[in-house]
């Protein structure tokens, strides 16, 4: 259970990244919601993983270089469902931006990222 509640300290911090680039991009830069959340979310997900690797899970006694590429498919399983819910919710529903990306965020963070890193990303013993 305390890696449960580690990583979702992680993913606040990781999340207060994202959403920062996000509403700079977008309120400051004047770029796309969208565009502006995929660089948020790059963003929270090079926090996320510093955070997870080295705290939450402690696993740097395995490769980065592997890690990092199943990271990256998460990521982008995660990235999707994060633009495409945040896409419907602003674009269909009308619901402000911010409201839509942290709906879907939290929708995804708990159904989807957690679950992946803890037993695919970090997993105590090495996947093949």
């Known amino acids: 259970m305390q890696k449960f509640f580690k990583a979702q300290a992680a993913?606040?911090?990781a999340t207060l990244a994202d959403f920062s680039m996000t509403f700079f991009l977008v309120e400051i830069c004047h770029q796309h919601y969208l565009l502006?959340?995929?660089?948020?979310?790059?963003?929270g997900a090079a926090v996320n993983f510093s955070m997870?690797?080295?705290w939450t899970f402690n696993v740097t006694h395995q490769s980065v270089k592997k890690q990092s590429y199943k990271y990256a498919l998460v990521w982008t399983g995660s990235l999707m469902l994060n633009l495409g819910g945040t896409y419907i919710l602003t674009h269909f529903l009308?619901?402000?931006?911010?409201?839509s990306k942290t709906i879907t965020a939290i929708?995804?963070?708990?159904?989807?990222?957690?679950?992946?890193q803890k037993n695919y990303v970090f997993a105590a013993k090495e996947n093949t």
């Open 36 to 43: 502006a959340a995929a660089f948020g979310a790059l963003t």
């Open 11 to 13: 993913s606040i911090f």
């Open 94 to 99: 009308s619901v402000n931006y911010i409201l």
């Open 107 to 116: 929708c995804v963070g708990l159904g989807f990222n957690y679950t992946l």
């Open 52 to 54: 997870n690797r080295y």
